[in-house]
Antibody, heavy 120, light 106 residues
Framework: QLQLQESGSGLVKPSQTLSLTCAVS??????????WSWIRQPPGKGLEWIGY???????YFNPSLKSRVSLSVDRSKNHFSLRLNSVTAADTAVYYC????????????WGQGTLVTVSS | SYELTQPPSVSVSPGQTASITCSGH??????AHWYQQKPGQSPVLVIS???KRPSGIPERFSGSNSGNTASLTISGTQAMDEADYFC?????????FGGGTKLTVL
């Protein structure tokens, strides 16, 4: 069973870049049968999908975030990463990584989430 | 852009049936998935592909999807079912979440 674990800076200054990594265990990130996603949840609010990466390089993004987001995969470390630039207080949220099994269209496994606060 | 609409809150008495709806244009032509989220925890999949219950999810959870509305039904609701519930679908390669429904078991 796949397990996911987020890590990264919990505090980012406005206008800077948020960087998070999701470590994958119990399976290979090179497995073409998975799409690797990021989802966030502002405090007290709902879930917002950020984007996903599959086949190591193909990506889809939430149109509202597309201009500021990049995703990447590191096969040697079996992890994938999120970068969100030009952050503001509105980007303060719990960030989750999650995995979709190809063809299933739902998030099978989630990480525990990590809180990122944007503040000077 | 595609949107999913859920009621902000639903209340139910213990032992009764709770129904949470999720509305979207021709949602019945897509798959709807449901997640349960308790405070401080990650979401957990409770219904996939409209009606499928993942391993470990109690039989009291069921789902349906037709027309413009998908529904999550909890029969014999228990206090432990009190949580936020989110629906989710897929549209043109992008993921859409509903705004979430807080289920209160009174």
């Amino acid at each position: 069973q796949l397990q996911l674990q987020e890590s990264g800076s919990g505090l980012v200054k406005p206008s800077q870049t948020l960087s998070l990594t999701c470590a994958v265990s119990g399976g290979s990130i090179s497995n073409g049968g998975y799409s690797w996603s990021w989802i966030r949840q502002p405090p007290g609010k709902g879930l917002e999908w950020i984007g996903y990466i599959y086949h190591g390089e193909s990506t889809y993004f939430n149109p509202s975030l597309k201009s500021r987001v990049s995703l990447s995969v590191d096969r040697s470390k079996n992890h994938f990463s999120l970068r969100l630039n030009s952050v503001t207080a509105a980007d303060t949220a719990v960030y989750y990584c999650a995995v979709v099994v190809a063809g299933s269209e739902h998030f099978q496994e989630w990480g525990q989430g990590t809180l990122v606060t944007v503040s000077s | 852009s595609y949107e999913l609409t859920q009621p902000p809150s639903v209340s139910v008495s213990p032992g009764q049936t709770a129904s949470i709806t999720c509305s979207g244009h021709k949602l019945g032509d897509k798959f709807a998935h449901w997640y349960q989220q308790k405070p401080g925890q990650s979401p957990v999949l409770v219904i996939s592909q409209d009606t499928k219950r993942p391993s470990g999810i109690p039989e009291r959870f069921s789902g349906s999807n037709s027309g413009n509305t998908a529904s999550l039904t909890i029969s014999g609701t228990q206090a432990m079912d009190e949580a936020d519930y989110f629906c989710q679908t897929w549209d043109s390669g992008t993921v859409i979440f509903g705004g979430g429904t807080k289920l209160t078991v009174l």
